[in-house]
């Protein structure tokens, strides 16, 4: 049913596939799976390397705009030669210099297992959790400002979704204008592809319906678990 690995590939995950309760069949799993992250950015960029390094299948990454050299504090992959070389394992890559908007994300989403929404916008994110409700597709919603992050996984009609949380882009949010530093996206962007790895592999318990909060000021971690809206205009029908 999962992709067989070469010899190659079990010597290349071998760290990995020795991790109690990972072992081949999480590492099979991952090459048969794909996941959609869109922005490419402080946080994006770092969830799709860790998830292309595990072994991911198959990757869609969308990212609209050009580089600016403010960007260049924080995203990694803002290279011409970053995507490609050989560090980066044997994948499918699907790019789009499109920003997600309702035109194009039910064929995106359409096309993978999985979403990461890496993107600063909340439009964009309402936008994908939509869809990702509509086609039943499993979310991962990470985002930051200054020290803070937050992290969620996103299951339609078993966990609130993005609007049963926030059901429309906050009043005080903006896209642009919050402070960011380098270390903090990284960290985060790494425990997207975490979550993703877990939700995609079945291996370990992924944060479905529990939001993680971290404060890297203060160095300190808490979970809550909010509950669905039944009147939530995405997913209060499910
Ligand atoms: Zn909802």
New binding site residues.
Partial sequence: MWPELTEHELERYKRQIQMAGFGEESQRRLKGASALVTRLGGLGGPAALYLAMAGIGKLFIAHGGTCTPSNLNRMLLMRDDAVGRPRIPTLEIVTSTDYATEENVGEWVSQVDLVCTTTPDFGERLVLNRECVRQRKPLVHSGMNEWECQLTVIVPGQT??L??LVPEPPEWWDPYGFGVIGPVCGMLGCLTALEAIKVLTGCAEPLAGTILSIDLEEMSMSKCRPN??SD?G???HL
Wanted: net charge positive.
């Fill in positions: 609130p979704c609007e049963c669905r809206r939530c995405a997913c209060g």
